[in-house]
């Protein structure tokens, strides 16, 4: 009884500091417009409480309606029913005036708008209000609306991108993730951990779960012997051929299935915001866009949310340089604007788009989450501002728990990550150089004559802002106007009809010469890359020393490498340290281990991986500090992921108990999707009769 008494005092208070601004604005107005007469603060505070009591009382039928015709209704005939309220107390009341229709109109966008946004600025964690004003249209949308009832049970993939099993089993016991305690401590759910494939992230890990298949991915992004230029794994270019290179016709979802924020679309017949898809409209469907963005209270809502992050970032960054809390990477310039899109409107669509995928009884959607990985990367990966968004995601599994026990048919919720990630101070923090400097005094110590141009990226291959860019294009692309204004604001970074807000799509145009012989240095964690362009094949060692000899030594010696992938002329492929080497295709060691503090199932993964037609020449692996957990970067990340060592090659599975994992260990992403694809194939079997 208290705790309704509560509740319902702080619903007042909340609703009361909404009308006491209202009722400012509505005086502002008045000051401004002749046309607009309020006598009195009271007066205002009277207009404002009567609307909104008409707004309460009519509003939910008219919207109920007004979503089944046209979803754009809704902002319509929000600004339609407040206009006329305010007509109508025009005629009621002495101390208020207005005069016509449109003053009306504006008058009653405004106060929706600041309504709209402090409500939401004030509900952020109120789950009731995002059941009732985000999910209400949609559900009066589609439930009882022709939607088909069945026992056949659907699925629910959520992808929390860079989680690992360790990492998560901290923050559910630290209180961080109280959904998945939940499914846990009730027996409903299970969680199971993998292995990653090398290399551990996301562009080979979800073409391997979605569509069965990830061979030749040998980084996020590397050199392309075939097309002679840079392939970047979250280009919408790149990610279009690759799915079109890998896929066999038979994904994850190719049964009517959805995807939802991906890379890749698993054969999805629909598909939204999905990188490899972009291009195709054919396999787009823009429908719940449109649900998303006509509800004003979504828009308020992720616009509070979007200020909100914001300025936690802000404060959370420069609390860090006060406390002088190491290791730590520069967080300010343009990645608080990429953490809050990441943490706000990607977030808040993803969860809105598979509800409404739950609501028309889809029977499988996956949607990935990059929140987690994006704030992880830049503040660590157990720091409070990364178990705070975790603690968001959480929050919204919750959501769509509550969502599958209105679905026209029952869903098994399964949370899984792809990769993790292995925090440490960074390759240029520890050494004062880069793995580029590195290779270029390799080269230029062999003293031969020769010094073709190294070629690198500093830049990091940026998720956050990568989804950004899709998101924007997509939204794009359903703007059918004839004078597009994001469009405008956007054409200067507008590139083969998508938008660019990163350095990817120059970089691959940028080191594309093979004729010339460049030595291209990508990184992806602790991951290296070097290739060289002039060959059409991978270049062997001894290839490699005879033309410059001082380079591998200068590589092997460094700290900072543990150990480099070559092809050899006698013993095929084989992984070099300091003092030894290990023959993959013999299984045989040659003086120390240099695989020794590894997986047991590193040497499969690295004999797989040295079989790629686009393995670079030389793959390096950065030194991995067993008693610390700790990696050194070759990039400018706090936390990184992509080669092995730590919790990077450590994602999870949460399933419900029903569903059989089968043999353990699952080793590898396509492992990973033939668990899934019998799931959802034996679906119909657990249906009732």
Not at 277 to 290: D, E, I, K, S
Not at 310 to 319: G, K, M, S
Not at 579 to 604: I, T
Not at 637 to 649: A, D, E, F, P, R
């Amino acid at each position: 009884m208290l705790a309704h008494s509560g509740r319902a005092t702080e619903i007042m208070v909340k609703h009361l500091i909404i009308w006491v601004a209202q009722a400012v604005v509505l005086l502002s107005m008045a000051g401004l417009f002749e046309t607009i007469e309020v006598k009195a603060f009271a007066d205002a505070m009277i207009v404002i409480v009567v609307v909104a009591a008409i707004g309460t009382l009519v509003m939910p039928t008219l919207i109920r309606y007004a979503v089944r015709l046209k979803p754009i209704l809704f902002p319509i005939i929000t600004f339609l029913l407040y206009a006329w309220a305010l007509l109508i107390l025009d005629q009621m009341l002495t101390g208020w005036r207005i005069s016509n229709w449109w003053v009306a109109g504006l008058t009653a966008a405004v106060l929706t708008t600041v309504a709209s946004f402090l409500g939401s600025f004030l509900s952020l964690s109120d789950d009731a209000a995002w059941q009732r004003y985000a999910l209400g249209p949609m559900r009066a949308r589609y439930v009882g609306n022709g939607v088909t009832h069945t026992y056949e049970p659907g699925y629910v993939f959520l992808e929390i991108d860079g989680l690992s099993e360790p990492v998560l089993r901290n923050a559910i016991a630290a209180g961080y993730a109280p959904t998945m305690a939940k499914m846990l401590l009730h027996g409903t759910h299970r969680l199971t951990p993998w292995e990653c494939d090398l290399s551990s992230q996301t562009s080979a890990m979800q073409a391997g779960i979605l569509l069965g298949n990830n061979d030749d991915i040998p980084a996020f992004r590397w050199y392309d012997r075939d097309l002679g230029r840079v392939m970047v794994s979250n280009s919408i270019r790149d990610a279009g051929l690759l799915q079109q290179k890998l896929s066999t016709g038979k994904g994850l979802l190719i049964d009517n299935g959805a995807s939802r924020g991906n890379l890749f679309s698993g054969d999805a017949p629909d598909s939204l915001f999905t990188f490899a898809t972009l291009m195709y409209p054919a396999q787009r469907n823009t429908r719940q866009y449109f649900l998303f963005y006509s509800n004003l209270y979504n828009l308020a809502r992720t616009a509070a949310l979007f200020v909100a992050d914001f300025f936690h970032e802000i404060f959370a960054a420069t609390w860090q340089l006060l406390r002088n809390e190491r290791p730590r990477v520069r967080r300010f310039g343009v990645y608080p604007l990429v953490r809050s899109a990441t943490t706000s409107i990607l977030r808040e669509l993803s969860t809105f788009t598979v509800a409404g995928d739950m609501f028309r009884g889809v029977p499988a959607t996956y949607t990935t989450y990059v929140a987690y990985d994006e704030v992880a990367h830049h503040s660590g990966t157990e720091r409070g501002d990364a178990l705070r968004v975790l603690r968001l995601l959480d929050r919204d599994i919750g959501r769509l728990v509550k969502v599958a026990e209105e679905a026209p048919r029952p869903y098994h919720i399964v949370v899984l990550s792809d990769h993790g990630q292995t925090q440490g101070a960074t390759f240029w923090q520890r050494y004062g150089e880069s793995l580029s400097d590195v290779v270029e005094s390799g080269i230029h110590r062999s003293g031969n004559g020769s010094r073709p141009e190294v070629v690198h990226s500093d830049s990091n291959p940026d998720e956050g802002r990568e989804m950004v860019s899709v998101l924007l294009t997509d939204f794009l692309k359903n703007d059918k106007t004839d004078h597009p204004v994001m469009k405008r604001a956007l054409r200067r970074r507008m590139r083969d009809g998508q938008v660019a807000l990163g350095p990817n799509a120059s970089l691959a145009d940028e080191i594309a010469d093979r004729e010339n012989g460049k030595v291209i240095v990508l990184a992806s964690g602790n991951l290296g890359l070097v290739s060289f362009t002039g060959a059409n094949a991978r270049l062997t060692m001894e290839q490699i020393d005879a033309a410059y000899g001082e380079l591998m030594p200068t590589l092997i010696d460094h700290p900072g490498i543990a150990f480099a992938l070559l092809e050899t002329d006698e013993r095929g492929p084989i992984a070099i340290g300091r003092s030894g080497f290990y023959a993959l295709r013999d299984n045989q060691v040659h003086g120390d281990n240099p695989l020794e503090g590894y997986s047991q199932n590193v040497p499969s993964l690295l004999l797989r991986a040295s079989g790629f037609r686009n393995t670079p020449d030389i793959l390096l692996i950065g030194t991995y500090w067993k008693e610390t957990n700790e990696i050194a970067a070759f990039e400018n990340l706090v936390s990184s992921h992509g080669g092995i060592g730590g919790n990077q090659t450590v994602p999870f599975v949460l399933s419900p108990v029903e569903l059989d994992v089968g043999p353990m260990p699952i080793v590898g992403a396509s492992a990973l999707h033939r668990v899934f694809k019998r799931w959802v194939a034996n679906g119909h079997k657990d249906a009732a009769p």
